[in-house]
Nanobody, 125 residues
């Protein structure tokens, strides 16, 4: 299983970015996939993801109205559209996958065994 995140960059507050996560070796309909982020000096935190059912989506509360997760099964690629970006969204963003995570642990990065490299998102004020 491999994941590769891309699409980060520098954007002004209020702007938008779309992150991509190209995957191989997994099937979206049976694997949980998601986005996490980690700011300097902080723990890695859940942002958004698809459950193992392949249909349920989950968002962290502070991004729910601004970010949209989607995927293209034909391209084996997951996306994160980020709108109305804020300086506090600045972080390295990672995509991750798990074949076994259950709903109650979905937001815990310890239950994800496959990770892409981070892509840096910097939001200037």
């Amino acid at each position: 299983v491999q994941l590769q995140a891309s699409g980060g960059g520098l954007v002004q507050a209020g702007g938008s970015l779309r992150l991509s996560c190209a995957t191989s070796g997994l099937t979206f309909s049976t694997w949980a996939v998601g986005w996490f982020r980690q700011a300097p000096g902080q723990d890695r935190e859940f942002v958004a993801g698809f459950g193992r059912s392949g249909t349920s989506t989950y968002y962290e509360d502070n991004v729910k109205a601004r970010f949209l997760i989607s995927r293209d099964s034909a391209k084996n690629t997951m996306y994160l559209q980020m709108n109305s970006l804020r300086p506090e969204d600045t972080a390295h963003y990672y995509c991750a996958a798990s074949r076994s995570v259950i709903t109650s642990s979905f937001r815990d990065p310890r239950y994800y065994h496959y990770w892409g490299q981070g892509t840096l998102v910097t939001v200037s004020s």
